[in-house]
């Protein structure tokens, strides 16, 4: 019966362990987080990581490794693919863009059109369209 209970307990531990609670008291989760930070990583976005999660997911991003201009909206493209695929859930996602670590822009797509797209639904025209850019104050 002991022996039960410990596997019941380390069970619990392991499938819960690694929720924790945001200032917020919104639940992190830190496993998506890893998981997109390490996607992005082997999709070749170097300087990315995850600032929010939840119904908009963001991620700061630096294109400092970047050698030309589009580079950074190929890695773009790259960070809302992850992101979807991380985060099926969200409603938005955001990019915030930095340079020399100072944020310059904001770029926010519907989660909604980042799957339509993946899925050849519209056109990345279309897509680029319904991108909203917004640059820092």
């Known amino acids: 019966m002991t022996r039960s209970l410990i596997a019941i307990s380390l ?17 992190v989760k830190s496993q998506s987080k890893e998981l997109a930070e390490q996607s992005m990583n082997l999709a070749g976005v170097q300087n990315a990581r995850i600032i929010s999660e939840g119904g908009t997911v963001a991620v700061e991003y630096d294109p400092a490794d ?53 899925a050849d639904q519209i056109t990345a025209d279309e897509f680029a369209k319904r991108i909203a850019t917004k640059a820092a104050k």
């Open 11 to 27: 069970s619990l531990i392991l499938l819960f362990g690694c929720t924790g609670k945001e200032s917020s008291g919104t639940p």
């Open 66 to 118: 970047a050698a030309y201009e589009d580079q950074i909206i190929s890695e773009w493209g790259a960070i809302f693919g992850v992101l979807s695929s991380t985060y099926p859930g969200a409603s938005q996602y955001q990019i915030v863009q930095l340079y020399n670590g100072e944020k310059i822009a904001t770029i926010t797509a519907k989660a909604s059109d980042v799957k339509a797209f993946m």
